[in-house]
């Protein structure tokens, strides 16, 4: 190497450049947090991270898991997570969680490290084309050329995150950039480009979907994550109040309304409650609101809501319409639009009656209760998680994996906040769970915050327990182990002839896992234990300020229901089994 | 449904990756892409792309509306429901003896067709035209033996003074549509 070129690729104290912009730039978002790892290509920014010495900065333990915390930490605070990672490996094990935060839609800013400019497509030491693998998966990326546009990326980078319908954003920064100098200096106002998310509601349509709810007979709100994202929660409660229409939260929008309120039908879909799917299925009017009514929704959408005109309020309009025929669109924020149905609504000389619907509802709530077999010997999953809900205060945070005990938590969690409910929807992302807990917990250490995870789910990060005790994050983890991957096991026994295809786990005793990372463990085998190991748990996370994992062997062929069999109509689900447990 | 051929103009930010972006977006979504073309415009931070993709209205209308939301996308209009004049052009060797040349300058004749390159067992066809004409040109060229052939993809504009003429009651627009925005004052449009 010639001494010029070392002379290029060494770090210039001294001099502003690339990295220093950067920081800079996280600065002037207000960022307070970042999730990541170092390597190579993107040490110039590390060191300037530590000569600025201005951010928590978090190390993890594997860069899926920075992304999972980052999606954590920005569904608890409405903040967006910040991801720093190298290059080639450090950027695709970013792939996933960024694929996570889209389906969800999740603000989320990754920073990758890059080759060098001149290297790009050599298939240099650890290059990776992420602007090329991102594409799919994110809202936006970039690559920056030079470091004089470092600013101005950055900033409609963070833009383009949080507005709009949120989304995970790449920028990938070729470490030639990282060390050129530059010169300090803040953005310019972005100049006008196509992007000019859709914001206010059109009247018209808003007058429109007025007067079709003003003639409903049979009316269902289906809420989903955009009411939780937009703030919406209240003037969603308040239509729901006005008008008397029961509403029906997704697994996305759960929190949006009290599980408890007496309009509350639960969730719809696959694993909805069997009042939900039928009160959608007879209704004559549903307003979606936020919701891309995905196929765990609709199930057969033939079958969906056959006889409702459809009002449908989403931000982005390639949403509306779909999957589902609609009558009303309404392009823009759900809590501007809620608003506006609200004070249409309150200007309304009568209102619509639906004590008869509701009557009927009330009719089907009876005939299709929650339930589940209840046991004295066994620890029921429904219960372990219904039993939490009675510890832990309203505004606290509840994480999950994916799996059997996702649906279960989605079922049977009493969730009264919106941003209490973390979970990886769109995605389904086994192994989600634990980090994002550990970014949920440190945007919102004033709230405790409980993972519920499988045994097969939570092996999957189980290395962030590393980082967990590192920065001594005092959640709770509740494993509910039945040693099995739950959610296969169950379709193998109800639809594959109890085929257990390579669907039993051997989970190692996760108790002693945790020990060994220096976390707090328990195992609970027996219902009677449960409950105070839960309340050692919480009291040992606050008191230690470590993260404290409960392996809870439970039952091992306990079955989420309902559930509509894959690809059948909602209103035809199999209904709980018939138990003691309500 | 009907499928027919829709010509889908996108003006997009003129940046490195936004042709894959956009052409990405058809590939994943299924969209089968019937022709594209892309060039810039007036003004070279802005490119236009024709896209010309066949399927039914709401397989068309959803590409509109995935398009939209691309960050590097400045507008996109569905083109098949206003006038519009349309052009591409075709390259075509056909074999020619000596004996065929004046029958296939004659047939070049009536469509207005150049030819490029003349020798002793080939002629190049200059062709340019709508979908239909560049088509019928091959047809009637095809009997003497096509050696080779090239194509642009559609190029097109509409007739109308400005994009927004024309379009009251016209496709999606049940849709409020983000980009009839008034604040939206991007100079390609603001010509006479």
């Given at each position: 190497m010639s001494s010029a070129a070392k002379a290029k690729n060494k770090p210039q104290a001294g001099t502003y450049n690339g990295a220093d912009a950067v920081v800079d730039a996280l600065r002037a978002q207000g960022v307070e947090l970042i999730f990541g790892m170092v390597g190579g290509q993107i040490m110039p920014v590390y060191d300037a991270l530590h000569r600025h010495h201005c951010f928590g900065h978090v190390l993890v333990g594997h860069e899926q898991g920075a992304a999972h915390m980052a999606e954590g930490y920005a569904r608890a605070t409405g903040k967006p997570g910040v991801i720093m990672t190298t290059s080639g490996p450090g950027a695709t094990n970013l792939v996933t969680g960024l694929a996570d935060a889209f389906m969800d839609s999740t603000p989320v800013v990754a920073i990758t490290g890059q080759v060098a400019s001149t290297l790009?497509?050599?298939?240099?030491?650890?290059?990776?084309d992420m602007r090329g693998i991102t594409m799919p998966i994110t809202k936006h990326n970039y690559q920056v050329q030079?470091?004089?546009?470092l600013p101005e990326i950055f900033a409609e980078a963070f833009y383009v995150a949080l507005s709009g319908r949120p989304g995970p954003v790449l920028i990938d920064l070729p470490r030639d950039v990282a060390v050129s100098p530059c010169q300090p200096r803040q953005a310019t106002p972005m100049p006008p480009t196509g992007y000019k998310p859709p914001f206010k509601p059109h009247p018209l349509q808003v007058e429109r979907a007025l007067s079709l709810m003003a003639q409903a007979q049979r009316p269902v709100i289906i809420a989903g994550g955009g009411v939780i994202h937009a703030g919406a929660h209240e003037s969603l409660r308040k239509l729901a109040e006005l008008t008397g229409f029961p509403v029906s939260t997704t697994l996305m929008g759960l929190g949006g309304l009290p599980a408890d309120h007496p309009l509350s039908l639960g969730m719809p879909g696959m694993h909805g409650t069997g009042y939900a799917n039928l009160a959608i299925y007879n209704a004559d009017l549903l307003l979606v609101v936020g919701c891309r009514l995905d196929d765990r929704v609709t199930g057969n959408v033939a079958k969906f809501s056959p006889g409702s005109k459809v009002i449908h309020v989403d931000v982005d309009a390639s949403e509306i319409g779909k999957n589902l025929e609609c009558q009303v669109p309404i392009v823009g924020d759900a809590g501007q639009a809620l608003a506006q149905l609200l004070a249409g609504a309150q200007a309304w000389p009568e209102r619509p009656d639906t004590t008869a619907w509701r009557k009927q509802i009330d009719q089907w709530k009876k005939k299709y209760p929650m339930v589940y077999p209840k046991s004295d010997d066994v620890i029921a999953p429904q219960w372990a998680i219904q039993e939490v809900g009675k510890l832990l205060a309203p505004e606290d945070i509840v994480v999950t994996g994916v799996g059997q005990h996702q649906m279960f938590v989605a079922q049977y969690y009493p969730f009264r906040?919106?941003?209490?409910m973390i979970s990886s929807g769109g995605?389904?992302?086994?192994?989600?769970?634990l980090p994002a807990a550990i970014g949920a917990q440190m945007g919102a250490p004033e709230r405790q915050v409980v993972c519920f995870d499988g045994d097969g789910s939570f092996l999957m990060?189980?290395?962030e327990l590393a980082t967990a005790v590192r920065y001594r994050v005092p959640l709770v983890a509740v494993v509910l182990n039945n040693a099995w991957l739950g959610m296969v096991a169950q379709w193998q026994r109800m639809f594959y002839d109890r085929r257990m295809s390579q669907s039993e786990t051997a989970a190692p005793p996760y108790d002693k896992v945790a020990q060994a990372f220096g976390a707090l463990g328990k195992r609970v085998e027996r219902p009677e234990e449960f409950v105070p190991a839960m309340q050692w748990a919480l009291r040992e996370a606050k008191a230690q300020k470590l993260p404290v994992v409960l392996d809870v062997m439970i039952e091992r062929e306990a079955k989420v229901l309902p559930m509509v069999p894959p690809g059948g109509a909602n209103a035809e689900f199999i209904p709980c089994q018939s138990g003691d447990c309500q | 449904m009907s499928e027919e051929y829709c010509p889908i103009s996108v003006l997009v930010r003129n940046e490195p990756g936004v042709l894959a972006r956009v052409a990405g977006l058809f590939a994943r979504r299924g969209f089968n892409i019937n022709s594209l073309a892309v060039g810039e415009t007036e003004d070279p931070q802005v490119s236009r792309i024709t896209v010309v993709v066949k399927g039914d209205p709401h397989t068309v209308d959803q590409a509109v509306k995935q398009l939209r939301r691309l960050v590097s996308v400045i507008k996109v209009r569905d083109q098949s429901t206003m006038p519009r004049v349309e052009r591409g052009l075709a390259l075509i060797k056909v074999r020619a003896t000596p004996a065929q040349r004046g029958e296939i300058m004659q047939l070049a004749g009536v469509f207005r067709a150049n030819v490029d390159h003349v020798d002793g067992h080939c002629m190049v066809i200059e062709v340019s035209g709508n979908r239909n004409k560049i088509e019928a040109m091959i047809d009637m060229l095809k009997p003497y033996g096509i050696m080779e052939l090239a194509r642009t993809g559609q190029i097109v504009l509409a007739r109308v003074r400005s994009i927004h003429q024309g379009m009251e009651g016209a496709g999606s627009a049940y849709v409020p549509d983000p980009d009839e925005d008034p604040q939206a004052t991007y100079n390609v449009y603001q010509q006479s």
């Open positions: 790009l497509g050599n298939d240099a030491f650890q290059e990776a030079n470091a004089d546009d906040r919106p941003r209490t995605l389904g992302t086994m192994g989600f769970g990060n189980i290395q | -």
